[in-house]
């Protein structure tokens, strides 16, 4: 049991304090018979002593990974981009957010199936999934990832992706829009969408060959 507690995290700053303790704690216990019982109902609030001083040391560095626009090569695909630029983009959202709120209700919708056309807890596409999750904080998008792209300030090359920032791709399945798939960027080159295969999910952008290769722009929503 020790050495499973050891392996639930590495320690960091005061959280090596937490484990050491309740290790002695654990350990202590076994030498007294009377304290067995107690000790079986006191491992849950130990884990959940370990947790809350895992993610506590952990805070503010989800974004340790920088992730920078790419630029294109593709001069075939820079120029469908041109071509959709000039159809209306970079438009403005009805209101302030708090991306963060964003977020929190699109990761607890993980594991949600997929289901095209779908927009409710019951069953998402991607952007139903986009849509739905702005929708809480009462920012007003469109339905579809074609449409959803024209909103926000397109991210130039080299330039850094945050938090909240909309990802767009191209060329996931067989359709004349330019723009076929939509996630949000969660940091630490990570993004969570909705896959036609398992549903409401968490993807790397970058390091994985598929999304990075239909990787089309990211859009900073803004008033």
């Given at each position: 049991?020790?050495?499973?507690?050891?392996?639930?995290?590495?320690?960091?700053?005061?959280?090596?304090?937490?484990?050491?303790?309740?290790?002695?704690?654990?350990?202590?216990?076994?030498?007294?018979?009377?304290?067995?019982?107690?000790?079986?109902?006191?491992?849950?609030?130990?884990?959940?002593?370990?947790?809350?001083?895992?993610?506590?040391?952990?805070?503010?560095?989800?974004?340790?990974?920088?992730?920078?626009?790419?630029?294109?090569?593709?001069?075939?695909?820079?120029?469908?981009?041109?071509?959709?630029?000039?159809?209306?983009?970079?438009?403005?959202?009805?209101?302030?957010?708090?991306?963060?709120?964003?977020?929190?209700?699109?990761?607890?919708?993980?594991g949600?199936?997929?289901?095209?056309?779908?927009?409710?807890?019951?069953?998402?596409?991607?952007?139903?999934?986009?849509?739905?999750?702005?929708?809480?904080?009462?920012?007003?998008?469109?339905?579809?990832?074609?449409?959803?792209?024209?909103?926000?300030?397109?991210?130039?090359?080299?330039?850094?992706?945050?938090?909240?920032?909309?990802?767009?791709?191209?060329?996931?399945?067989?359709?004349?829009?330019?723009?076929?798939?939509?996630?949000?960027?969660?940091?630490?080159?990570?993004?969570?969408?909705?896959?036609?295969?398992?549903?409401?999910?968490?993807s790397?952008?970058?390091d994985?060959?598929?999304?990075?290769?239909?990787?089309?722009?990211?859009?900073?929503?803004?008033?």
């Amino acid at each position: 049991m020790a050495q499973l507690l050891l392996n639930c995290a590495q320690p960091v700053n005061n959280e090596l304090c937490v484990r050491v303790y309740c290790l002695n704690q654990m350990e202590s216990n076994r030498t007294k018979p009377a304290a067995k019982k107690i000790s079986k109902f006191m491992l849950p609030y130990l884990f959940g002593i370990l947790i809350v001083a895992q993610v506590a040391a952990s805070g503010g560095n989800n974004s340790n990974y920088a992730v920078h626009h790419p630029i294109i090569t593709d001069h075939t695909l820079e120029a469908k981009i041109a071509a959709f630029e000039k159809t209306g983009v970079n438009k403005k959202i009805n209101i302030d957010y708090d991306v963060e709120e964003v977020i929190e209700y699109a990761t607890s919708l993980i594991g949600t199936p997929h289901v095209m056309g779908g927009y409710s807890p019951a069953g998402l596409d991607c952007s139903g999934l986009v849509k739905l999750v702005h929708e809480k904080s009462k920012v007003e998008l469109p339905r579809s990832s074609h449409d959803q792209a024209r909103y926000g300030t397109i991210l130039s090359s080299g330039e850094e992706l945050k938090r909240g920032d909309l990802v767009f791709f191209h060329s996931t399945y067989k359709k004349s829009h330019l723009v076929t798939h939509s996630g949000i960027y969660l940091g630490d080159n990570k993004f969570i969408h909705t896959s036609a295969s398992r549903g409401v999910i968490i993807s790397t952008l970058f390091d994985d060959n598929y999304y990075e290769k239909h990787y089309l722009f990211a859009t900073r929503l803004e008033r």
